[in-house]
């Protein structure tokens, strides 16, 4: 009959533990959430100078005549006069020669616009109500009830753990 009574005052004690009260009612608000990306694309056209080295080349000319002419856009020329003959030496000289040139590029820029409504969770108080208290002060009374009930075996065991410490 105890171990029964014993029971149903430890499952009273929960029941009135975990149906415990809510003081505050939670109010909450819906959330939207959009996501707006654009893509833009545009060419940009570059004037870029690029370097062009052109290979060494060399000429020699032998002629009789007193004049001789030789052009390039990067050359060197060498005449002499020997023994009745005109030599004439040319030369590149090997430099890296300027070249514009026109570069397309094509750049993509994504933006991305966002807009979010968060959530406002509001919590509004309020007096408890009849049960709750109820609740609150019944589970002290189950306490005392329980502390009543099991005065002899709660003293058996104080009075075992005094033994065992001293």
């Known amino acids: 009959m105890k171990r029964i009574a014993f029971i149903l005052t430890i499952m009273a004690m929960f029941a009135v533990t975990f149906l415990g009260c809510c003081p505050c009612r939670h109010l909450s608000t819906s959330v939207r959430d959009s996501v707006c990306v654009e893509v833009r694309e545009r060419i940009i056209k570059i004037h870029d100078t690029v370097s062009v080295v052109l290979p060494a080349e060399s000429e020699h000319v032998r002629t009789r005549d007193t004049t001789a002419t030789a052009e390039t856009s990067t050359a060197r020329a060498t005449a002499s ?31 991305i616009y966002r807009q979010v409504d968060n959530t406002v969770r509001v919590e509004v108080p309020r007096p408890l109500t009849w049960w709750q208290q109820t609740q609150i002060r019944g589970f002290w009374m189950l306490i005392g009830l329980l502390i009543i009930v099991c005065r002899k075996s709660i003293a058996g065991i104080a009075k075992w753990l005094i033994q065992k410490i001293g």
């Open 81 to 111: 006069v020997c023994d009745g003959w005109l030599s004439l030496g040319i030369e590149n000289v090997g430099k890296p020669i300027g070249v514009i040139v026109d570069t397309l590029i094509l750049t993509r820029d994504s933006l």
